[in-house]
Antibody
Framework: QVQLVQSGAEVKKPGASVKISCKAS????????MNWVRQAPGQSLEWMGW????????YYSEKLQGRVTIASDTSATTVSMEVSSLTFEDTAVYYC???????????WGQGTLVTVSP | QSALTQPPSASGSPGQSVTISCTGT?????????VSWYQQHPGKAPKFIIY???KRPSGVPDRFSGSKSGNTASLTVSGLQAEDEADYYC??????????FGTGTRVTVL
């Protein structure tokens, strides 16, 4: 079965960067895109961007373009996501989500809490 | 890309139906039949429950149904059960490999 296992919680200071990973198993890794979605405390889901591991193409939300970098390692079946220049507003749970049919988020990781604190 | 608009809350008694709207624009919901819905219980990851406006993934009860008219999509939960109490989010493809989520609706089973 599809499994997405994310790295553990992080605490960072404002201005720092954070890198989160998502280890995929149970399917053909290169055939499906991987998205990152975040959820600030008590807030809605926010789509951040995605990568197609098969060709390395990346796509980002306009709001986060330039501050977010998504990469994949096909040998490790792992996708990573780095956010730079962190502010308090980046405090959130970050989820990876597989892109099924190039259109839908059918499997999700367990989430990684990133706390930005002075 | 602005978030799709959903009502903050909706409620119904067990056995009743509740319908949640999701309003976008003619660049996302109105332009494509690629609307999906997700259920999220507190502290959990979202769960995929509707795709392609009105299709259910395997294992999702047929109490969940979807529709769309113009720039507004809707999710209906029929025969409400206690376990349906959760947050619900719509999502739409926005063209050029971009996606957008809704603002979310908390469903309460009275």
């Amino acid at each position: 079965q599809v499994q997405l296992v994310q790295s553990g919680a992080e605490v960072k200071k404002p201005g720092a960067s954070v890198k989160i990973s998502c280890k995929a198993s149970g399917y053909s890794f290169e055939k499906y895109g991987m998205n990152w979605v975040r959820q600030a405390p008590g807030q809605s889901l926010e789509w951040m961007g995605w990568i197609h591991p098969g060709n390395g193409n990346t796509y980002y939300s306009e709001k986060l373009q330039g501050r977010v970098t998504i990469a994949s390692d096909t040998s490790a079946t792992t996708v990573s996501m780095e956010v730079s220049s962190l502010t308090f507003e980046d405090t959130a749970v970050y989820y990876c989500a597989r892109l099924w049919g190039s259109l839908y988020f059918d499997s999700w990781g367990q989430g990684t809490l990133v706390t930005v604190s002075p | 890309q602005s978030a799709l608009t959903q009502p903050p809350s909706a409620s119904g008694s067990p056995g009743q139906s509740v319908t949640i709207s999701c309003t976008g624009t003619n660049s996302d919901v109105g332009a494509y039949d690629y609307v999906s819905w997700y259920q999220q219980h507190p502290g959990k990851a979202p769960k995929f429950i509707i795709y392609g406006v009105n299709k259910r993934p395997s294992g999702v009860p047929d109490r969940f149904s979807g529709s769309k008219s113009g720039n507004t999509a809707s999710l209906t939960v029929s025969g409400l059960q206690a376990e349906d109490e959760a947050d619900y989010y719509c999502s739409s493809y926005g063209g050029k490999n971009i996606f957008v989520f809704g603002t979310g609706t908390r469903v309460t089973v009275l």
